[in-house]
């Protein structure tokens, strides 16, 4: 008798505990499906502004590319918290990147500066596009290979977010639309930084950011709040301010940061 009970209540124990990983198994597939979410949030702003850069409503248009940059930020991010990062994100992610980064900044820029020179305004926004997806094939490729304390090239989100701000100080300062060439300029310039093996500052895992961080995020909460009240010229000026202080760091530092990006497959 004492057999069979014993017997009943393992059978029991190991019912519980198979409804408990069954359980668990559930949540683990919703954590993984929860970064994926924001990914997907990422392309749905870049078709939403792919299709009212077509309405001619460039402002709103830039809008909703700069939501996408915020949701490019926080799917890597809640991957890595969650423990959830994967393949398929990773993919997923870049295929995401190149509508919201590549496609929709390319053809908000082709409508608002390039589109009274034909052809020539789209190969130029063709070029742009063309140069993000190589950025993102090259980082994807030596993903394993790079220094986590920069970027091989400027980020495709940072190369839209460039157009983004010329867009939005065009809504300011109306005669910028009418110097072509200087956009077009403007376009190849940073769809080369894109694919150049120049190095940007990543700051992720920054030494200067671990023991300042209470002043890190003082920065990046003056930033925000310069973009939220004047960002038909704080996108611009931020992103500016970025590059130029990239280029003073690299030609500084040259010497030691030559060889940095050896072993990485080249575009």
Not at 14 to 30: F, G, P
Not at 188 to 200: K, T
Request: proline content about 3%; glycine content about 6%.
């Amino acid at each position: 008798m004492q057999d069979n009970n014993y017997s009943d209540n393992n059978n029991n124990s190991n019912h519980n505990h198979d409804k408990i990983e069954s359980r668990l198994e559930t949540h683990r597939r919703w954590l993984y499906f929860l970064p994926n979410i924001f990914t997907g949030l990422n392309m749905a702003s870049g078709f939403a502004s792919i299709m009212l850069a077509l309405k001619g409503d460039h402002y709103k248009a830039s809008m909703f590319l700069l939501l996408a940059v915020l949701f490019d930020s926080v799917d890597g991010r809640v991957a890595r918290l969650t423990g959830t990062e994967s393949p398929f994100g990773e993919q997923f992610d870049s295929m995401s990147d190149v509508i919201s980064f590549g496609v929709a900044p390319a053809l908000l820029f082709y409508h608002r500066f390039l589109m009274d020179l034909d052809r020539i305004g789209m190969v130029i926004s063709f070029l742009f596009i063309l140069s993000g997806a190589m950025r993102l094939a090259r980082f994807n490729a030596n993903i394993d290979r790079i220094s986590v304390d920069y970027f091989q090239g400027l980020p495709i989100p940072l190369g839209a977010l460039a157009l983004v701000g010329y867009t939005l100080l065009s809504l300011e300062l109306k005669w910028l639309v009418t110097l072509k060439y200087v956009a077009v300029v403007y376009m190849l310039f940073y769809s080369i930084l894109m694919i150049s093996n120049i190095p940007f500052p990543a700051f992720k895992k920054s030494e200067w950011v671990k023991s300042h961080k209470i002043h890190a995020l003082l920065i990046i909460f003056v930033m925000m709040a310069s973009v939220l009240l004047y960002e038909e010229f704080m996108v611009q000026l931020i992103l500016t301010i970025y590059v130029i202080c990239s280029f003073i760091n690299y030609f500084k530092k040259r010497e030691s940061l030559k060889g940095l990006f050896n072993g990485t497959s080249e575009v």
